[in-house]
């Protein structure tokens, strides 16, 4: 992709970050390479070649696998993640686009993606930014486009913690200053209320360790833009 194919002209400034987001580039500077993590479901509703924004694309671990089938651009708030994710993707011999951003103000054209990928990124953020988020999603997705979702569900076992300062409901601080918010179904289908929604389920897995039992809980959807 050509940068003047989906970039507004604001995209050479990086957005102001906010306290929270500053604690990334910290967690990313000790974070280790996860390996490729699948697409297959993407692959399932998007064409081969077609325009794909990982929103919040961290060290790159879907960012290089969709790069093996779509013209991809990653966006994270954090530098050092965009530094590793390029050389990981360097190793891979595979290319994306990256760009240091804020996914609540993306500095990206209207309509010019087919899909974005949004995993793990939205439970990191305030109620008003998801709800900017999801809007520049809309914005910046063709008609027929598709938002896969997927964030922590509210019956996790790590739901919990120092109340988010301001306080939100399910919201909370860790003393890495990274901020972690556990949705219900319901909100998560108001988020995208603009949205048409395609898939819209929980996933509960329980795990047993040292006789204790431990539930992690998931919210996934598919929404596409009418």
């Not at 050509?2 to 604001?10: E, I, N």
């Not at 913690?161 to 901020?179: A, L, V």
């Amino acid at each position: 992709m050509h940068k003047s194919d989906a970039y507004s002209l604001s995209s050479s400034q990086v957005a102001p970050a906010k306290n929270h987001f500053f604690a990334w580039d910290r967690e990313y500077a000790h974070l280790k390479w996860g390996g490729p993590a699948p697409v297959r479901n993407i692959q399932a509703y998007l064409l081969p070649g077609y325009r794909v924004l990982d929103a919040g694309s961290g060290g790159g671990r879907y960012l290089g696998e969709l790069a093996r089938h779509y013209d991809a651009i990653g966006i994270d708030i954090s530098l050092t993640a965009l530094k590793a994710s390029r050389a990981q993707l360097a190793r891979s011999g595979r290319f994306a686009e990256h760009l240091g951003a804020d996914v609540s103000k993306l500095p990206l054209k209207a309509h010019a993606f087919d899909g974005i990928l949004c995993y793990g990124v939205l439970q990191h953020l305030f109620k008003q930014e998801r709800e900017s988020a999801v809007r520049e999603f809309h914005y910046i997705l063709r008609k027929g486009g598709f938002v896969f979702f997927e964030a922590f569900g509210c019956e996790d076992m790590r739901c919990g913690g120092e109340p988010s300062n301001p306080y939100e409901e399910r919201t909370f601080s860790r003393q890495s200053g990274i901020i972690y918010h556990y949705f219900t179904k319901e909100e998560v289908r108001a988020l995208f209320g603009r949205f048409e929604v395609i898939e819209l389920e929980e996933i509960t897995k329980e795990k047993t360790f040292r006789g204790e039992t431990y539930r992690r809980h998931l919210v996934r959807g598919i929404f596409r833009k009418p």
